[in-house]
């Protein structure tokens, strides 16, 4: 695998994510890309290529937790050198990001990755995951859709999205009932995340690509809205 490619990076990226449990489409935009998931015995389980149809929200890409992901991209004639590259899921920086000199001019790559093997723990859910690579000699930017199968119960951020989801209902409570504007606005971020993650994790994304950001924020307004109830029904006279 040459880890100098610019697009190279991204897709690796893209596969340590886990994105790989759904990149059934994506869309690329100066270079190319082919992408093949397989299940655990190594049967072909999904494929996709990008420019092209596919790696919608309706028609993610497919990964299984305990399989693997081929890929393969070309940034065709550009030679992109002293080069930086980042990948975000959901619109949010992440820390698969880097350069590279690209001394060699190298403008394709290839690789497999072991989804399992690049992450902390198991989960399952839909994922928009976009991405881009800059430098001298051109550019390459992309996005799409990928799904992780399996049931998201029982997983730890299926606990944790329960737990920070149950927290923050019981810190709005409290704010509204003894009126404490901090409990209520922290409650209402605190729920905001819970609900997104367990959306995210359970393949429901109702607003699209902004469901994890706009779910955080209506726990935010929902917190302040909770915050003023109780400092009203505190001020009221016994």
């Not at 299984?64 to 393969?72: I, K, P, R």
């Not at 859709?145 to 998201?152: E, F, H, L, R, Y």
């Not at 367990?198 to 690509?209: E, N, R, T, W």
């Amino acid at each position: 695998m040459r880890r100098a490619l610019p697009i190279a990076a991204i897709l690796a990226a893209i596969a340590i994510l886990v994105l790989a449990p759904s990149v059934g489409a994506f869309t690329l935009n100066g270079c190319t890309m082919v992408v093949q998931s397989s299940g655990p015995d190594g049967s072909a389980l999904d494929a996709a290529s990008g420019p092209g149809a596919g790696g919608t929200e309706a028609d993610p890409l497919i990964v299984d937790w305990n399989g693997t992901v081929n890929w393969s991209g070309t940034t065709g004639s550009q030679v992109i050198k002293k080069n930086s590259w980042h990948v975000e899921v959901f619109y949010i920086p992440t820390p698969e990001r880097g350069n590279s000199a690209n001394d060699g001019g190298d403008t394709s790559g290839d690789g497999t990755i072991n989804v399992k093997d690049n992450a902390p723990f198991r989960f399952t859910g839909l994922y928009f995951v976009s991405g881009a690579i800059s430098g001298d000699g051109g550019s390459c930017d992309g996005s799409g859709w990928v799904k992780v199968a399996g049931d998201p119960v029982g997983t730890l951020p299926f606990f944790v999205g329960l737990v920070l989801a149950l927290l923050g209902v019981l810190m709005l409570a409290l704010g509204v009932v003894r009126g404490q504007v901090l409990a209520s606005i922290v409650g209402g971020l605190l729920a905001g995340l819970g609900v997104a993650v367990l959306l995210v994790i359970s393949a429901s994304v109702p607003l699209g690509a902004a469901t994890p950001l706009a779910i955080l924020a209506i726990g935010i307004v929902v917190g302040i809205a909770a915050a003023l109830l109780g400092r009203s029904r505190a001020s009221r006279p016994l």
